[in-house]
């Protein structure tokens, strides 16, 4: 089975700071990479994900994350945090038999 | 084109009793999975089924099942429920083809129990 971690359960950053939320996978094969956002009372929503194209993926919100196989991550950044951003992040893979392994999420804290 | 729909969106039980809740995926969506999503777990898979039949199963108890109609609506039930039984149930449906497809999330249904 394959699995994910996301380190740091809770990232805080100052409005205009650079976002940075890890993420590291155990794949044996090539995966496909997902990171998820959620605002409270909501269900997922993709921000962006990794399949096999560029390496540098650009989602939505301003957020981008790159593939780096030799280090098995997929870091999400943001240049400049906005209030908005505060939610919680969750990095995934799925394999081919579509099955889905997340991350225990990551709580981002934008401050004024 | 709509999106996943849960029925419904928060309920409250008291142990002992049984629960049902009901998701409606994305048009032409044939997959649909459930994920129980609680504080410091993150969200568990609990099943996924694709054309009616249970193709992947998580690791939970038997009191949770699941099943999906020929339209590709899905219900799943929870018996007996227990205190550690609230959480939030997440939906998702996907679409793939090829093996790129993203899971579209519902909203969820918010289940408490006393």
């Known amino acids: 089975a394959q699995s994910v971690t996301q380190l740091g359960s809770h990232v805080s950053v100052s409005e205009g700071a650079l976002v940075l939320l890890r993420c590291n996978y155990s794949s044996s094969v090539p995966p496909y990479l997902f990171w998820y956002v959620q605002y409270p009372n909501q269900g997922l929503q993709l921000l962006l994900k990794y399949t096999s194209a560029a390496t540098l993926v650009k989602g939505i919100n301003g957020f981008e994350a790159e593939f780096k196989k030799s280090e098995t991550s997929f870091h999400l950044t943001k240049p400049s945090a906005h209030m908005s951003d505060a939610a919680e992040y969750f990095c995934?893979?799925?394999?081919?038999?579509?099955?889905?392994?997340f991350g225990t999420g990551t709580s981002l804290t934008v401050i004024p | 084109k709509a999106g996943v729909t849960q029925t419904p969106r928060y309920l409250i039980k008291t142990r002992g009793q049984q629960v049902t809740l009901s998701c409606s995926p994305i048009?032409?969506?044939?997959?649909v999975s459930w994920y129980q999503q609680t504080p410091g777990q993150g969200l568990q898979f609990l099943f996924e089924y694709f054309s009616e039949t249970q193709r992947n199963k998580g690791n939970f108890p038997g009191r949770f099942s699941g099943r999906q109609f020929s339209n590709s609506r899905s219900e799943m039930n929870v018996s007996t429920l227990e205190l550690g039984d609230s959480a939030l149930y997440l939906c998702?449906?996907?679409?793939?083809?090829?093996?790129?497809?993203?899971?579209?999330f519902g909203e969820g249904s918010r289940l408490t129990v006393l």
């Open positions: 995934a893979v799925s394999d081919p038999g579509n099955q889905f392994y």
């Open positions: 998702a449906s996907n679409g793939r083809g090829a093996n790129t497809g993203e899971l579209f």
């Open positions: 048009s032409g969506h044939r997959s």
